[in-house]
């Protein structure tokens, strides 16, 4: 069964550094989101794409996120300086088209800032 | 923000019986609700979904039922096997803005033997 994967499992890097989390959608999909989950706490939304651009993103997703599509395989999300509270879990998701549609979600990087 | 409530952080139910999981909703411009399966270091792994034109879904041993006036649903699965065990979330979408899903807390399901 196709499925989304993730690129690094986990990545450590150190606050005010630059990451780059990898995600290759299942082929035929044409929706790509971004979610994550701090630690205890609920799965977040951060970001949809579609067409090659943002179609909507949550109040977290501020100046230091952007997401690009940038071969029409990968899509990936970019935090520029990362902070001690980004440290969470990373899920890509991807889905066929919007509406009734189910989202099918990578494993996850876990990101972790010191 | 509280819009996908499941009150319940845990279940522990034996095997063959049947497993109840709740979530309640309070957004009443949601249509569509999904189940979603986590194991850990896994990714959310999507196990049935409903529309609001229905109240009842079933896919082999999984059913999720829902109560648009009370704002609830509930996802049955009988009889519940170990392989089972997992974290169980819900979700909620508006489709006619976009599939953005609201996710819940989760409930933590554990299928003895």
């Known amino acids: 069964e196709p499925e989304v994967t993730q690129t690094p499992s986990h990545q450590v890097t150190q606050m005010g550094q630059e990451v780059i989390l990898r995600c290759v959608p299942i082929?035929?999909?044409?929706?790509f989101y971004w979610y994550r989950q701090i630690l205890g706490q609920k799965v977040e939304f951060l970001v949809s794409?579609?067409?090659?651009?943002?179609?909507?993103k949550s109040e977290i997703f501020d100046d230091q996120f952007s997401v690009e599509r940038p071969d029409g395989s990968n899509f990936t999300l970019k935090i520029r300086s990362t902070k001690l509270e980004d440290s969470a879990m990373y899920f890509c998701?991807?889905?066929?088209?919007?509406?009734?549609?189910?989202?099918?979600f990578g494993n996850g990087t876990r990101l972790t800032v010191t | 923000d509280q819009q996908v409530k499941q009150n319940s952080p845990s279940l522990s139910v034996q095997e063959g019986r049947i497993s109840i999981l709740n979530c309640d909703y309070t957004?009443?411009?949601?249509?569509?609700f999904l189940w979603y399966k986590k194991y850990p270091a896994e990714g959310p792994t999507f196990l049935i979904s409903?529309?609001?034109?229905?109240d009842k879904n079933e896919d082999g041993r999984f059913t999720v039922f829902l109560n648009k006036s009370a704002k609830h649903l509930s996802l049955h699965i009988v009889p519940s096997q170990p392989g089972d065990s997992a974290v169980y979330f819900c979700?909620?979408?508006?489709?006619?803005?976009?599939?953005?899903?609201?996710f819940g807390t989760g409930t933590r399901l554990q299928v003895t033997l």
């Open positions: 998701a991807s889905s066929e088209r919007t509406g009734v549609s189910p989202l099918h």
């Open positions: 082929s035929n999909h044409l929706y």
């Open positions: 794409f579609y067409n090659n651009e943002i179609s909507e």
């Open positions: 957004n009443s411009m949601f249509d569509y």
């Open positions: 409903i529309s609001s034109i229905k």
């Open positions: 979700a909620a979408s508006n489709t006619g803005t976009a599939s953005k899903l609201t």
